[in-house]
């Protein structure tokens, strides 16, 4: 049998190494170019047969940025990913614009067919799933053309979606306390108006059946059966064989590592033998190793910040509107404890990572390279300046503050769930060129 050495040698390590990013990477570029070509189109028009103008691709992609900057991903979720405590707006808009549609259906007489109004049902529905699905996206002008009724289905969800944003009726009011939306900053007509048109086109890719196939753009999620918004067979296919993999994979590796495991724990003793002293403990503590320390309180207080914010969170969840009657909802509403939440995760951790590296490598080294114990106190202030300025421009940009676009875009909420700080870092590479 091979000894650990032999097995894992440097050189067949570098080869490990290598033939894992290659493939690794083979795999995310192949599904990376799959999905930038399948993704569903966004039509520079939805008209009417008579050429009414539902929406245009500006409404739909300005809609996006609005939706961003309130929260994205944080309130509400898109093609079910984001937030879970306001409604996945996809699904949302498909089931009212089906319901509205099949009302409007409804009223049309089924002319010489004798049927029961249960009968009248089935058939209104089939002649719904049809319309619903039925793909008229035309490549050469981009235009898509839907019914009329389907229009009116439009407009009157759209009419929810604007009364819900402008926060106008006694309904819409419930339903935003219900959402945990932030009470007081609502949008005009217009950006709702917009809003509405990002909405609809992400319900439209979900139910519109992708050329030459059966299943919609988004493969039928998410689900909605009353327009055949269902699993497919190849769905339930692909799921089970990978979750079969990955079974097979983990049951693969500790196969090995137990069949390994005698031969190799005779090279887990040192050739050596053991070290006899405690290197961390008889370092020397260099001026930059010492500068680091801030880091760690820093992590220790975001650590516990990500804490109480989850708490907050989950109690959005519970109550909708704060935190033991605390009506929180004013000053740091789901949105913007969401936001931090999931954001800390990362910046605590990035920040203990970094800190780690930054005092491990005078000791390692024995060095202390020039202008280190500077370097380590600019890049502080640097992280600083990143949390403190995103977190203060995620808040201005849920609470409405900043009503241009692109100003959110840069210092504002990106909406992306994780990477929600404004691009003001690459904003600031762009204006020192
Ligand atoms: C007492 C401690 C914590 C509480 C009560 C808490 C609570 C929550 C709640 C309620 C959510 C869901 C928010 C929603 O979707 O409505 C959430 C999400 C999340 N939390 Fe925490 N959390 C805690 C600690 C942590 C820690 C220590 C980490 C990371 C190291 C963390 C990372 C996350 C992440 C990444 C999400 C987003 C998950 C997703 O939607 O995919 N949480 N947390």
Do not use: C
């Not at 926060?167 to 709702?192: C, G, I, M, W």
């Not at 059946?209 to 493969?219: E, F, H, I, K, Q």
């Not at 808040?395 to 503050?401: R, T």
């Amino acid at each position: 049998m091979e000894t650990y050495r032999q097995t894992f040698s440097v050189k067949r390590l570098w080869q490990i190494l290598a033939i894992s990013l290659l493939l690794s990477f083979s795999i995310l570029l192949f599904f990376g170019s799959k999905i930038y070509q399948q993704a569903p189109p966004i039509p520079e028009a939805f008209k009417t047969p008579a050429g009414d103008v539902i929406y245009t691709r500006s409404d739909i992609e300005t809609g996006q940025n609005i939706w961003q900057s309130t929260g994205g991903m944080q309130q509400g979720s898109i093609w079910g990913h984001g937030g879970y405590l306001a409604p996945d707006w996809t699904a949302d808009w498909l089931h009212r614009e089906s319901l509205a549609l099949l009302s409007l259906i409804s009223k049309s007489e089924l002319v010489g067919l004798p049927a029961s109004e249960e009968q009248q049902l089935e058939m209104h529905k089939v002649t719904l799933r049809h319309e619903m699905r039925k793909n008229t996206y035309d490549e050469q002008t981009g235009i898509v053309t839907l019914t009329t009724d389907r229009a009116q289905a439009i407009k009157n969800v759209e009419q929810h979606y604007i009364n819900l944003y402008t926060a106008k009726t006694e309904q819409s009011l419930k339903l935003r306390k219900d959402y945990a939306f932030p009470l007081n900053s609502v949008l005009d007509d217009q950006k709702a108006r917009q809003l509405s048109a990002f909405f609809f086109w992400s319900s439209w890719a979900a139910v519109t059946t992708r050329p030459g196939d059966d299943v919609s753009y988004t493969s039928n999620w998410p689900h909605e059966p009353l327009v055949g918004n269902t699993p497919s067979a190849s769905i339930l296919m692909w799921s089970l064989i990978s979750i079969l993999l990955l079974l097979a994979g983990i049951g693969t590796i500790v196969w090995y590592y137990a069949r390994q495991f005698d031969a190799w724990r005779a090279d887990q003793i040192p050739e050596t033998g053991f070290a006899q002293q405690d290197v961390v403990a008889t370092a020397t503590i260099t001026p930059s190793m010492r500068a680091t320390a801030k880091y760690f309180w820093v992590v220790t207080a975001l650590f516990l910040a990500q804490v109480l914010l989850g708490i907050v969170t989950a109690h959005y969840a519970v109550e909708g509107q704060g935190l033991y009657g605390l009506p929180l909802i004013d000053y740091l509403p789901y949105a913007v404890t969401r936001t931090w939440h999931t954001q800390l995760a990362v910046l605590w951790i990035a920040t203990a990572w970094l800190a780690t590296g930054l005092y491990v490598a005078p000791m390692i080294s024995g060095h202390e390279p020039k202008f280190q114990h500077f370097g380590v106190n600019f890049l502080f202030f640097s992280l600083l300046i990143i949390v403190v300025g995103s977190f203060a421009g995620e808040w201005l940009a849920v609470h409405g503050f900043i009503d241009n676009l692109a100003i959110n875009f840069w210092f504002g909420h990106q909406g992306y769930e994780y990477i929600d700080l404004g691009r003001r870092a690459n904003a600031l590479k762009s204006f020192s060129k």
